[in-house]
Structure formats: structure tokens, C-alpha cells
């Protein structure tokens, strides 16, 4: 199983605005620190900003903060809102006649079965979890650990 881009975009966002959680951050500031495209940037922004996970402001003096507390932002979640298919084999659309072994088959229980195994791990983290060790990410995305002002993440106010 391999997550998309997208996903993975959202994951990094997230952990990013987390880092810096007394700053409005830019798109333009994520994108070059993963090197990451800041069109397909803008597209997940746009979808975490939906789902209430990340705070938007425009003008001058906007930009990007999380919208909650890191610790109210859960991995399974995020992962599953951003996923469009996770059907790991065709027949779990459920469509008749999209495989011959279909009516007998135990594949698809035995991949349903992964499936809510590895949600069900992602379940169990949160955004707060990804990044306890702050030091390490920190030096990796060019961030000083001084605009680490507190241990927790602030929820953007407006």
C-alpha cells in the first residue's frame, strides 16, 4: 500500500505549522522547506483548511497556522480525509463481477482485515506525536529552535 502525494503533503504541512506554532507561516515558507511544488501545496492547504485542521489568513500579514491543538489532530484522520480510494484490491468496491474468484474469495476479508490494521495504528497518533522531538525536524526544515516558545501548539486565534 502507498499513500498518495497528496497524503503525504498533508502530513508534512501539518508537522511543519506544528513546529512553529507562535508564527503565521506561507505556503511559499513549506514548499521550500520540503521542496515540495507550492501549486500542489495550496491544494492540501485548501483541504486542511476545510476539515478545520489549519487556520487561514489573508492579507499583508496572513498566512497558515493550525487550527486546532496538534494534540486534537489525529493521524488516522487526516490520512483517511485525504486518501480518495483506500480500497487496497478492486473488489472492494464491491462492484459484481469485477473478479472471478469473488463469491469465494477470502482475499479481500484478508486485505480488509490490513487495512483496518494500519488505520487502527494511524488511530492511535496524533499530530502532538509526530512531533515530540522537535530538535531533530527542526534542524532538517531550516527552522530555529528558538521560535520554539512553548512545548504545546497554539490553536490560531480569529
Known amino acids: 500500500m502507498r499513500l498518495t502525494a497528496f497524503t503525504d503533503y498533508s502530513l508534512r504541512t501539518l508537522i511543519y505549522l506544528a513546529l512553529r506554532p507562535e508564527r503565521q507561516v506561507t505556503i511559499n515558507d513549506i514548499s521550500e522547506a520540503y521542496g515540495i511544488s507550492n501549486n500542489h501545496l495550496m491544494k492540501v492547504v485548501h483541504q486542511l483548511a476545510m476539515s478545520g485542521d489549519v487556520a487561514t489568513m489573508r492579507g499583508q500579514r496572513g498566512g497558515l497556522r493550525l487550527g486546532r491543538p496538534a494534540a486534537d489532530i489525529n ?67 531550516g527552522i530555529r529552535l528558538e521560535e520554539l516558545a512553548r512545548p504545546e501548539v497554539a490553536v490560531a486565534h480569529g
Open 75 to 141: 493521524v488516522g484522520a487526516v490520512v483517511r480525509r485525504a486518501e480518495p480510494d483506500l480500497h487496497l484490491a478492486a473488489c472492494f468496491g464491491g462492484e459484481p463481477g469485477c473478479c472471478t474468484i469473488q463469491a469465494e474469495c477470502v482475499l479481500s476479508s484478508v486485505l480488509g482485515e490490513a487495512l483496518a490494521a494500519f488505520l487502527a495504528v494511524l488511530d492511535r497518533y496524533t499530530l502532538a506525536d509526530l512531533v515530540a522531538r522537535p530538535a531533530g525536524l527542526c534542524a532538517l526544515l
